[in-house]
Nanobody, 127 residues
Framework: QVQLVESGGGLVQAGGSLRLSCAAS????????VGWFRQAPGKEREFVAG????????GYADSVKGRFTISRDNAKNTVYLQMNGLKAEDTAAYYC????????????????????WGQGTQVTVSA
């Protein structure tokens, strides 16, 4: 299995930036894809961004395209989510997750395709 720990959340003003990190341990890091999801109070968990095992393929929700960037450093067993131009509607708990499904060039966007989840980190954007 995989253990995932998110960090980097906090309070930021609208228009500001944050970088989230997802540190992994356990299974060989370069063998699986990773996704970021978020969940706001009273709303369903939604896909934000994903990256395949090599970092060569990424995918984003339409709501964050052009503002968020996902990347990974396999030498550090870490995935990052750089968030720029933050908006109040980005306020949510952010979770990283690992998918053990084949991911040579595919980025999974459904929560049910992910097998291990972190505990989450809160991002609050003030208007």
């Amino acid at each position: 299995q995989v253990q995932l720990v998110e960090s980097g959340g906090g309070l930021v003003q609208a228009g500001g930036s944050l970088r989230l990190s997802c540190a992994a341990s356990g299974r060989t890091f370069s063998s699986y894809g990773v996704g970021w999801f978020r969940q706001a109070p009273g709303k369903e968990r939604e896909f934000v961004a994903g990256i395949n095992w090599s970092g060569g393929r990424t995918g984003y929700a339409d709501s964050v395209k052009g503002r968020f960037t996902i990347s990974r450093d396999n030498a550090k067993n870490t995935v990052y989510l750089q968030m720029n131009g933050l908006k109040a509607e980005d306020t949510a708990a952010y979770y990283c997750a690992a998918s053990f499904r084949p991911s040579s060039s595919y980025v999974y966007t459904r929560a049910r395709d992910y097998d291990s989840w972190g505990q989450g980190t809160q991002v609050t954007v003030s208007a």
